[in-house]
């Protein structure tokens, strides 16, 4: 399975002053994201985290090699929306995919195109198990 994950529109998602270090930010997610990724179990997910604009000093390297694929999207206002999409139209199987974001445009763009959407809301309670 494979997760495309809209990363500013997750960040967002939660006014804990992300804004203040957007670098920070970006290398938080993608190490919660990280902990969805176990190559050694049969049913490997993959996870693709696209951010809006080019990368910052600091935040997470998109040549990394880590588990979780990092993508920029320079080009404005949503960009990375326009680059998931593109991401979801090159795929053999959309039925294998989901999309992580709340932004009901780009929802309907690619449920319209076969994958699933979960909102952030929902993807956050997978990243972050429930207090003890």
């Not at 992300?18 to 490997?44: H, T, Y």
């Not at 880590?66 to 991401?87: L, N, Q, S, T, W």
């Not at 039925?95 to 309907?108: E, I, Y």
Request: a neutral charge; zero cysteines; proline letters at 10%.
């Amino acid at each position: 399975m494979l997760w495309l994950v809209d990363g500013m529109n997750v960040i967002g998602s939660r006014p804990d002053g992300w804004w203040r270090d957007r670098a920070a930010a970006q290398r938080r997610l993608v190490a919660e994201l990280s902990g969805l990724v176990d190559p050694a179990r049969p049913d490997a997910v993959t996870v693709t985290v696209v951010f809006d604009g080019r990368p910052a000093a600091g935040g997470p390297d998109p040549g990394s090699g880590a588990p979780v694929r990092v993508v920029f999207a320079p080009g404005g206002p949503d960009a990375a929306d326009h680059v998931i999409v593109e991401m979801v139209a090159a795929l053999g199987d959309p039925s294998s995919a989901v999309v992580v974001t709340s932004d009901a445009g780009l929802a309907r763009r690619v449920r319209g195109a076969g994958v699933s959407v979960v909102g952030v809301r929902a993807f956050r309670s997978v990243l972050e198990p429930p207090p003890a």
